[in-house]
C-alpha cells in the first residue's frame, strides 16, 4: 500500500490559479489551516481506509456500529472544530471560505471517502437551516452540528422514487403542534452510526396529495433522539456495496417518527436543493481526490517497477514505456483539470455575482470530475496490471469508491438534462454569455478556442429553444464539459 499524501501543493497552484479573485480569500491562512488538516489526514484518516473497507459496518440490535477506529478519528476530528469550519461564529463556527472547506473536503475524500460521507453533510444542513429555518430552529441545531455533538443525514430516496421525487410517499401528519412521519427510506448514508451523540435528518415527505406530485412535498427535521428516548427510527438494514464499506447505506423505517417542518410547507424540494446543491460540488471534489490517489499510486508504482528494456537494452522502468507514460500523463490532466472546474465554480460561489453561471458550472463539475475519478483509478488499475487488480496496492479500492460519485446526487445523465433544460433558461438564457466570457477570460486570444465558443454558444442557443432535448442532453454535456476543459488546460499551460 502506497501511503497517502495530501496533494497540497497542486490543491493551492489551482486555487490561486482559477480562484485567487475570490473576494476575502486570504491565501496564506487558507493554506496554513489546510496544512493542519492535511497532516490529521494523512496520520489518523488514511490509514483507517483500508481497515475500514475491509472490516465493514454493520447493523447490531437496530443500531450501527462502525469500524474499528472511527470513532476515535471522529471525535479528534470533532474536537478540533472541523465541523463547524464555514459556520457562523454566531453558532460555534469559524466562518471561513468555501475555498478553504474545498480543499479540506478533497483532502478528507482522498484520505477516507467513507467517513468524509457520513460527515460531510453537515455544511449543507447548516447551509439549509440558515436559508429555511427560523430562528429557534437554528439555535437548536446548528451549535449542535458546528460542535460535531450531532451530524445530519438527507433522507430523500425512495423503493421507486430515486431521480423521479413526485413519487415519494413517506407521509408526514400534523398531530397538534408537532408532525409525524410514516413510511421508508433507502440508500441514506450515516442513517446511523456509533459516533456522534445525534442525528439531524432531514427528511422529504409528502403532505400533499399523491396526484399533487413535488409540490405536494415538505421538508422536516428528524431528531434521532426527543426528549432522551429514540425517536420512532429504526433501520432495518445495511446495504452491502462495491464500495465504501466503512460508509453504512441504511433502509430506514419511520413508524410515526416526530418531526418539525422546516421552511415553507409544499416547497421542501426547493428548500432541500440548498442541501444537495452543495452536496453535488462536495462530490465532484470527491472525483477529484479519487483521480488524484489514483494517479499517485499509479505513478510511484511505475516509477518503481522493472519491465522489459529500454531500446538501447537497458533495463526498463514501467515509466519509461510510452503506452504508460500515456496513461499517466491523463490520469494527471484529469486530476488538474477536474479540479481548476471545481475551483473555478467555488470562485464564483464566493462572488455570489452570477448566479446562473453558478448553476450551470454545478451539474457540469459534477459530471467531469466524477468520471474523470472512476476513468483515473481505471487507468491505474491498467498501469498496476495484475497487481491493480488486488486489493493490496489500494487503486482497486479508490476504482470502487469512486465508481458511485457518478449515480448518487443525481445520476449524471439527470444532470446533463438540468445542463441542457433549467441551465440555458435560468434568468432569460443568461449563462450562456456568462460561460463564452469564462472561457474567454481562460482561454486567453487563443483562436480555436474562440471558434469552437463562437460555434458552443450558437448550439445552446438553438438547443434552449428546443422543445425535446432529451436525447440531445448527453452530448451537449459533454461538448460544453469537453470546451472548459480546454479552456482550463489552456489556461494551466500559460502558467
Request: proline share 4%; aromatic share 6%.
Amino acid at each position: 500500500m502506497i501511503p497517502f499524501q495530501a496533494p497540497t501543493d497542486e490543491i493551492f497552484r489551482s486555487l490561486r490559479l482559477f480562484a485567487g479573485d475570490a473576494p476575502g480569500w486570504d491565501a496564506e491562512l487558507s493554506l496554513e489551516i489546510t496544512q493542519h488538516f492535511a497532516a490529521f489526514a494523512e496520520g489518523v484518516l488514511a490509514p483507517l481506509n483500508a481497515p475500514g473497507d475491509r472490516q465493514g459496518c454493520r447493523l447490531e440490535n437496530g443500531r450501527v456500529r462502525m469500524p474499528e477506529g472511527f470513532g476515535a478519528a471522529y471525535a479528534e476530528l470533532a474536537e478540533s472544530g472541523w465541523q463547524g469550519l464555514t459556520a457562523p461564529e454566531a453558532f460555534g463556527g469559524q466562518a471561513l471560505d468555501h475555498l478553504t472547506a474545498a480543499a479540506v473536503s478533497e483532502i478528507f475524500s482522498g484520505a477516507n471517502h467513507a467517513l468524509q460521507m457520513v460527515t460531510g453533510l453537515v455544511p449543507g444542513a447548516i447551509s439549509t437551516l440558515l436559508a429555511h429555518g427560523t430562528p429557534e430552529q437554528q439555535a437548536a441545531y446548528i451549535p449542535r452540528l458546528t460542535s460535531g455533538d450531532w451530524l445530519s443525514t438527507m433522507c430523500l430516496t425512495e423503493a421507486g422514487a430515486g431521480s423521479d421525487l413526485s413519487r415519494i410517499r413517506c407521509k408526514a401528519t400534523r398531530v397538534g403542534d408537532a408532525w409525524k412521519i410514516e413510511g421508508q427510506k433507502i440508500f441514506i448514508s450515516g442513517g446511523d452510526q456509533d459516533m456522534s451523540q445525534g442525528i439531524l435528518h432531514l427528511v422529504l415527505a409528502r403532505t400533499g396529495a399523491p396526484e399533487d406530485g413535488v409540490k405536494g412535498l415538505s421538508l422536516f427535521l428528524c431528531t434521532s433522539d426527543v426528549d432522551g428516548l429514540r425517536n420512532a427510527i429504526t433501520v432495518t438494514r445495511i446495504e452491502e456495496k462495491l464500495g465504501l464499506h466503512a460508509s453504512p447505506t441504511c433502509q430506514m423505517e419511520f413508524d410515526g417518527a416526530t418531526a418539525e417542518l422546516i421552511g415553507v410547507e409544499g416547497r421542501g424540494l426547493s428548500a432541500m436543493f440548498t442541501m444537495m446543491n452543495h452536496a453535488r460540488l462536495d462530490v465532484a471534489l470527491q472525483g477529484v481526490a479519487h483521480a488524484t490517489r489514483a494517479f499517485a499510486i499509479a505513478s510511484a508504482y511505475a516509477g518503481e517497477r522493472k519491465q522489459g528494456r529500454t531500446p538501447d537494452g537497458d533495463p526498463a522502468l514501467l515509466t519509461d514505456h510510452p503506452d504508460v507514460a500515456r496513461m499517466l500523463e491523463e490520469q494527471q490532466d484529469l486530476a488538474r483539470t477536474a479540479r481548476g472546474m471545481c475551483h473555478l465554480a467555488l470562485a464564483e460561489l464566493e462572488k455570489a455575482e452570477a448566479p446562473a453561471l453558478i448553476e450551470f458550472l454545478t451539474p457540469l463539475c459534477k459530471i467531469y470530475a466524477t468520471e474523470a475519478g472512476i476513468r483515473s483509478a481505471d487507468l491505474g488499475i491498467q498501469i498496476l496490471g495484475g497487481y491493480g487488480y488486488l486489493e493490496e496496492y489500494g487503486v482497486a479500492q479508490v476504482w470502487r469508491d469512486a465508481r458511485i460519485t457518478a449515480i448518487y446526487e443525481g445520476a449524471n445523465g439527470i444532470h446533463a438534462l438540468t445542463l441542457a433544460t433549467r441551465g440555458l433558461k435560468l434568468e432569460g438564457g443568461a449563462a450562456i454569455g456568462q460561460f463564452a466570457a469564462l472561457l474567454t477570460r481562460l482561454g486567453g486570444d487563443d483562436p480555436e478556442l474562440a471558434v469552437a465558443c463562437g460555434a458552443w454558444q450558437t448550439r445552446a442557443r438553438t438547443l434552449a429553444e428546443t422543445p425535446e432535448v432529451r436525447a440531445a442532453a448527453h452530448g451537449f454535456a459533454q461538448e460544453t464539459a469537453d470546451l472548459l476543459a480546454r479552456a482550463v488546460r489552456l489556461r494551466l499551460a500559460r502558467a
